[in-house]
Each structure stands twice: as C-alpha cells, then as structure tokens.
C-alpha cells in the first residue's frame, strides 16, 4: 500500500502516456492481431533458426506478462497484451514449423516412384501435376522418403489423369526443391516446406495403376470434387466448362495458357481462386435468399429472428462449399473470414467491422503462420480492411445517395475503386505487373460474377440430382462466356500491362504495416499509416536490381544493360531466366534478352559462361582475374580465375553482384540471405 510519501510521481508526460496506452482499449484486437503478425514476420525474417525450446520459453513469458497485464490493467496493461501478442506469434510460427518438419531429398533421383495422389492441379508450364503421399523410392530408405513428392506429367506421362486415392506408380526425375532464383527472391524451398513437399520433378512415362481410389469417407470429397469437375467439363464444353469447375471445385488443370494469360493481363485472375470473393457471394445469396424468402411470410417475419436464421442456414453452405473446393490455403482463409462475419450476425454485431477483420487475421495467422508472407493473405486483407474503412466513414456521413439502385452502383463502383487501389502495391511487389485496366474489367465481371455465375451454379449443383440443372446452367455458361468476353477486350487494349521491378526486401514489412496501423488507428493518427505507405513507395523507387546474376546452377548468367539484362542463353534455364526479367520490370522472352550485347563495365570482374566441359581449357586460357561459371564440374583452374560450378554454387545459391558508388563489389548469395533455416538445404 502506498503513502503519499512513496505514491509514484504523475508528471503530465506520464499521464499522457497512460492514457494513450488505455485509449489501446477501444481498439484492442486490431492492435492484438498487428503485433501477432510482427512476432510471425520476425520468425520469418530471423538469419538463424532459434533453440527447438524458444516456442515454450516464449509462451511461458507470456504467461508471466498476462499477470502483471492483469495487476496493470489500468496502466501499461494493455501495452503488455501487446508484448504478449508479439511472443506468441513467433512461438505459433516455431511451432508450426515443427509440426510440418519432413525429410528433404538431398540428391537428384531418377527411378521407380510409387505413392498415392492427394492433389491435380497444373503447371506453370501448362502440364498436370499431381502430389503424392505415402511416397516410396527405389533405394531409398523409408526414415529419408519425403512425405510428398509433386510430379509434372509431361509427354505421354500427361496422357493419364489418375483418380484423387489412386496409387500409381511411374519413372520419374526428382530433386530437392529449388532455392530461391537470386538474392532475397521468392523462395520456393520455403513455401514447399510447409506444404510438406520433400521433392519436386517430372515424369515421362504414363502413369501405372498400383491400386485404384478406395471407398470410404477419407477421399469421399476429393473423388466427389472430381467427378463435379468432369460433370461440368461435359456439360459445359470449352474454356466455359474449365472455368466452372475451377470457381467450383478448385481444379484449374484444364485452363488454356490463352485464357490464364488475358484473365492475369485484365486483372480477373482473382475470379479463379476459390477466395474471399467466391465465399461472400455464394453465401451472401444463400443469406439473402433465405432471409427474402422468410420475409414473404409475415408471420414469421414480424416475430422470428430471420437475419440469425438467414445466417446460420449460410453456414453449412459455406463449409460445404470449402470441401467440395478441395480446402485450398485461400480457402480456409475465406472460409474463416466469412464463418466469423456469420457468427457476427448471429451475435446482433456488425458483420463488416475492423474487429471482425483482426479476429479473422487472428485465427489465419494461428493455424498457419505462413500465410503471412504469401500475397493471398496480404492482397485480402488489405481489400477486406480498406473496404470497412471506406464504407465505415460513409456509412457514418448517412448520404442519401448510397439508398436504393443508386446506392447499388455506386457501392459496387466504390468497392472495385477501393479493392483495386488496396492490393495494387501487393499484387505489383509479388507478380512484378500492374493491370491498368484492372478497374474496369473488374467493374463489367463482378456483378456477373455474383448476380449470374455463382448463383446459378449453386442452383444448378442443387438442381443436378433432380435433372434439372441445365437452365441455370446455361445462364452460369453466359456469365462465363461474358467474363472471358471482357478480359480478352481489356487484355488487347494498348498499354493493358505494365512490368514493374522487384522491390526491395525493406518494402514488405513496411507496406504491411502501413495497412495494419490505419485499421489500428483513428484520426488523424493514420497520417502515420500513410507516411509509412509513402516511405514503403520511396524505398521501392530507390531499389537497384543487380548488376551481375549467375543462377545457382551455372546454366545461366545475366548483366543488366541499358536496354535491359543481357543473357548468356537464349535457351534452357526458362524459368530462372523468366523470374529475372520479371523482377527487372522486363517484358521480353529469352532469346530477345539473349541478343543483347554484354556490356564492359569498370569494376565488373569477366565472367566466362561455359555450355561444355571441354571448353574449360580456353575459357582457362582467357581468364585474367575473371570468372569461369558451368554447369558441370571441371578440372582445376589456375589462381587467376574463380570458379563457379556445381560445388561451389552448392554453398552460395545463386549470386548476385552489385556495383557501389565507390566502385567496389557487392557480392549476396541466396543461402547466406535465407540463412540457416530448417528448409534451406546446408
């Protein structure tokens, strides 16, 4: 008990402090959910993986900081939780690293692969892939066999589509999955990961039947999900038919390269993956089917409930729809985004709010903390927060104009505007493109999209064991029809595209706090979130791309030229060549690249790329203090030259050299940026 002698001093500086700190109250989850996510972004963001007992060390920090939270509630308690948050979500991210923990093929393999098929989806390149589980390998023992392998059918290998449950068996080429295409890249030995990829390759030879699909209630979604995605391809022929079944069950196997293309270069790609949109549209039709549909029996209507059964009849619909689409990542985010929203309803609270979003985030970020570095959580997130904002502050100046049909359009106007506008920076930092046009292709589908195409489907879906799906069926097959219409014209429009440079690392954190104090904030406290929002373009416009990049195979080398990066092929190594004009903001193909003349530049060390082995003695004979870069080993060299071949790459991952404003040479290598992590291969 304190006396007036010993009583803290209260200085006005102090009280204000507390009383910023208390004023956290009003707004708690948000900020709970911002510092969840910064303790996830510092998990990832650590050059080293911390002791296996950090997890444990960390929750029992928080247990210790939640009493004294508790016995400061009305002081710095609130400012405590927000500690907590922090350790917490580090300790979920370790946490979940180690439950997905699986071995990692350490060597290239070329042989018999058996395993069962869990997933079909397609390739980058346009060929069917599937993942397996209860993979076995020719020789290679079980304790060391990755938990899943994904395979590319390529050539005759495609010819047969096995049934989700079946074991097949083939001849494949496997290898560990691959590091990132240069310094502070996407890394893709990361994102495997924790999808529990040991081994990526590619397979030639047609699949064999080992023991086909059991029945049962295990795969009883994934064969159902099947067979809907074949129903509809045969009632619905063409892209049309690829197109409903990929907005149904998830299956984008049967997409054209052509189609892909114009929906990524107008801005609709987001209408194939089963997200957020999908999600609200089909269960804000069964929301609001319900509850009109009570609202004509006025005896019901004037003394039930209808908008909490309206809600809770859309629950089930919404947890069906996440089976039959397969559970995708951006799924179950959708998922728990609109489950929340429901039970939001049922509890008489706003279903849009600030709360809901964070508590969503809360949730996502708990079960996989990974979503946080992938652009699916970031680009809907920031829509879902923007659009509560937006709406929020007109829904509180009451404009007379936002009632009636009016209001419809001008919402839907304001709603692409604004989620246009909010994921722009992502998508343009992840895919390296914006689409100019985005807006208006967005303007013309949307409203197809959820008036004609989900809708119809659904009733269609629930129609088809009564065989009267074909009307609405044929109306979803118009709305398709529309959408694809749309994104060929804005797709060929001049200038629909443009390329953007990667950014630099700094840009990601920066940007996603920027979003995440102006959902904490008030005011005009969010001139911070748009200072930061400002600072995150600037340190993106300052960012230089390297000036020499060797790809962590020795098959390819590129220097960046006036006209843009010079490439030592003008064939093989695709992928990696593509990943690096796209991140220079280069809309060219290879062989365009490869034209290019390589410059001569002060500081710059020679860097000989060899195709052949038996090219190493003259490449030898012209080294003068320069770089020898192969694929293959090769004999020795004389000290005058660096070699770069598989052995030494195997350390280094791809390169990266950068030229300093006093001449010297910056060299960054892939493995050193990804640091010492439980994916990356030592």
Known sequence: MH??????PTTPRFAATIGAIQRLRGRRLPWIATAFGTGVGIYFGLPVEPSPWMPWALIMGSVALAGAAWRSRDGIGPLLILFIALFLGGAAAQIRTLVVAGPVLEFRYHGAVEGRVVHIDRSGSGAVRITLDQVRLDRVPLVETPRRVRLSLHGSGGLVRPAPGARVMTTAFLAPPNGPAEPDGFDFQRHAWFLRLGAVGYTRIPLLLAEPAPQGLPLLAA?????????????LPGQTGQIAAAITTGDRSGLSDEVTESLRASNLAHLLAISGLHMGLLTGFVFWAVRGGLALIPSIALTHPTRIWAALAAMPFAAAYLVLSGGSVATQRAFVMVFIMLIAICLGRRALSMRSVALAALVILTWRPEALTGPGFQMSFAATGALVLVFGALARNRHGWLRGWQGAVVSLFVSSVVAGLATAPFAAAHFNRIGQFGVLANLLAVPVMGFAVMPMLLIGLMLWPLGLEGPPLAIAALGIDWILGVADRVASLPGAVSAVPAPPWQVFPVLGLSFALAACLAGKARGLSAGLLAGALVIWSMGTRPDVLISADGR??????????????????????????ENDGDGVEQAEAAARSIPVREGLPDIIALRRARDADAAYGDCNGGWVVAPMDLPPAPAQCRVLAPDQLRLTGAIGLYIQRDGSILERHTTERQGRRPWVLQ
């Open 3 to 8: 006396t007036a002698d010993t009583a803290p």
């Open 223 to 235: 064969r159902l999900r099947e067979n809907l995605s074949n129903r509809l391809r045969d009632r």
């Open 556 to 581: 390819l080398v590129g220097w960046m030229t006036p006209e843009g990066r010079a490439l030592s092929r003008e064939k093989g190594a695709g992928f990696v060549a593509e990943s690096w004009l």
